[in-house]
């Protein structure tokens, strides 16, 4: 039988023991889209549900690597970057995406996590900061890795617009402030600037505990719609409405906060 020809994703990014975010929930997504998923692991974490208890970092040849494995036989349509963890790691595959044939690259910066901890060392923001947003067709920080690059803090809707203006000014092509950690109505409301257009996009907020791997999705979510073909705001606003659609239909697994259900049309009624 003749193959069938289908968009590919690369997703570099940390495993999930638990199948909640990580490379496992960027795969789902791509699969879900219809779009071949194919990954360069930086991290391997034990992790489930109630939260990481072991984090073995690969070495940054080993990540080149599998770049190289795929970019050399595959025709990469979109990339999703997800944790990188430290600086050898960062300035590898910053190196490896200037140098390979590949499409537009999604980059979550992995640096802050929603409830405010920073997650990386010091040398590692400075190395994202000055080798993976030159590389970004689309930065997708949340409100604490966005104060972090802005240098400012996040409180209101135009705090969101001045940091996406001033994170755009660092390299990016465009910027999504993501808005999961700000409150009230301000909640679930993200940023987008490009540099022409600064865009408010809300969606109602969804009431769950279970928002495992939501930063994860949405990235891996705009890379697959980039790969589709989509212009880079209509991917934002359709990869939105995916996440926001399978925080609907949350997973019972485990004993803490769940994962979303990213094949949510599956799901028994």
Known sequence: MTPFPVPIALT???????GGAGIQADLRTFSFHRVHGTSALT??????TRGVTRVDLLPPESVTAQVSAVASDMRVDAVKVGMLAHRGIIEAVAD????????????DPVMV??????????AAVAALRARMLPVSAILTPNRHEARLLA??????????????????????RAVLVKGGGMQGALRGTDVWFDGKHLETLA???VETPNTHGTGCTLSAAIAARLALGS???EAVRLAKEYVTAALRYPLAVGH??????????LNPS
């Open 231 to 233: 212009a880079p705001l």
């Open 12 to 18: 570099i990014a940390g495993s999930d023991s638990g």
């Open 256 to 265: 803490g906060n769940g994962p979303i259900g990213h094949f949510f049309p």
């Open 96 to 107: 490896q995406l200037g140098l390979l044939p590949m499409g537009p690259v999604v980059v």
């Open 113 to 122: 996590s929603r409830a405010g901890s920073q997650l990386i060392d010091d």
């Open 151 to 172: 240098g400012m803090d996040i409180e209101t809707l135009e705090d969101m617009r001045e940091a996406a203006r001033r994170i755009h000014a660092l390299g990016p």
């Open 203 to 205: 969606i109602e907020p």
């Open 43 to 48: 991290a391997i974490t034990a992790q489930n």
